[in-house]
């Protein structure tokens, strides 16, 4: 895969412990109750979920589920994770168990599908509070930076997925012996 010296058996278990962190990253950022924006004074901040305005103890909490685009950005997030879970299972049965290289694609596709999923969502979220929300300067917490996180690592597995069935041979440990010199 990469001349530089990948071991490829290596990457059957690698990859599902790579989906494994994906799938809590993605956990965090749709469980998250702190907020995915909070603004520069700490009276306002808004979660997937609903946004809050107070201080100290004394919050008044709104749910944003009353907008469609909150409910698009909620649906794509779970969306996107139940098959991120889906190519998790999958992964494990097709690299831990046993070496199943045709569901590796197929897993690739999972994960790319996912990936469009929760990229819509979390470009769809900025955009929409900036229009309807937004009366200062906000910043992007932790959890909206695990949902990018969790995507971005689907992006890469789903990347590896793909690639990994065209060398089937370096992931059973069949491939023959490649020297840099040969005697002449």
Not at 34 to 45: I, K, L, R
Not at 107 to 125: D, P, R
């Amino acid at each position: 895969m990469f001349r530089c010296g990948i071991s490829y058996p290596r990457c059957r278990w690698i990859l599902p412990l790579l989906l494994l962190f994906a799938v809590i990253f993605d956990i965090i950022a749709i469980a998250a109750q702190s907020g995915w924006v909070e603004d520069d004074a700490e009276t306002h901040y808004a979660s997937m979920w609903e946004q809050c305005r107070g201080r100290n103890n004394n919050w008044n909490c709104k749910t944003l589920m009353d907008n469609s685009w909150a409910q698009a950005v909620a649906a794509l997030m779970i969306i996107g994770l139940i098959i991120l879970i889906l190519a998790f299972i999958i992964s494990c049965i097709a690299l831990c168990c046993s070496l199943n290289i045709p569901l590796l694609p197929f897993i690739g596709v999972l994960l790319i599908v996912a990936v469009i999923l929760q990229i819509i969502a979390l470009i769809i979220y900025p955009v929409k509070f900036n229009n309807f929300i937004f009366e200062g300067h906000y910043d992007y917490t932790w959890a909206y930076g695990f949902g990018w996180g969790a995507t971005i690592l689907m992006l890469g597995c789903g990347v590896l997925f793909c690639c990994l069935p065209r060398y089937e041979d370096y992931l059973t440990g069949l491939e023959k012996t490649k020297y840099l010199y040969t005697s002449g």
